[in-house]
């Protein structure tokens, strides 16, 4: 099983970007599809975008258009580029992995192993 870890928070202005990093531990992290989830206070946590082990991405419809990611199996880390950050982009990040590579794989609960998250903050 690998381990996974996030950086890259920070406070942002809106219509600024940030990118977050996902490093993991492990040499079959290839194998495993990796999503990006968030948690704002008072919210449940919510699925932001995903990469499949093909390196396919798939994205929420609220990232479309403004989050990419990507993967660099050569280094164990996934990338979450977001630009045009919103205030509602508040939230904690989360990298989470999927031992599985699940087909459209939106649900928390069937990632195996998580980060411990980092804190997006975008001000108006």
């Known amino acids: 099983q690998v381990l996974v870890g996030e950086s890259g928070g920070g406070l942002v202005q809106a219509g600024g970007s940030l990118r977050l990093s996902c490093a993991a531990s492990g040499r079959a992290f290839s194998t495993y599809q990796v999503g990006w989830f968030r948690q704002a206070p008072g919210k449940e946590r919510e699925f932001v975008a995903a990469?499949?082990?093909?390196?396919?991405?798939y994205y929420a419809d609220s990232a479309k258009g403004r989050f990419t990611v990507s993967r660099d199996n050569a280094k164990n880390t996934v990338y979450l580029q977001m630009d045009s950050l919103k205030p509602e982009d508040t939230a904690v990040y989360y990298c989470?992995?999927?031992?599985?590579?699940?087909?459209?794989?939106?649900?928390?609960?069937?990632?195996?192993?998580w980060g411990q998250g980092t804190q997006v903050t975008v001000s108006s």
């Open positions: 989470a992995a999927d031992s599985n590579d699940y087909y459209n794989n939106r649900l928390p609960r069937t990632y195996d192993s």
């Open positions: 990469i499949r082990v093909s390196g396919l991405p």
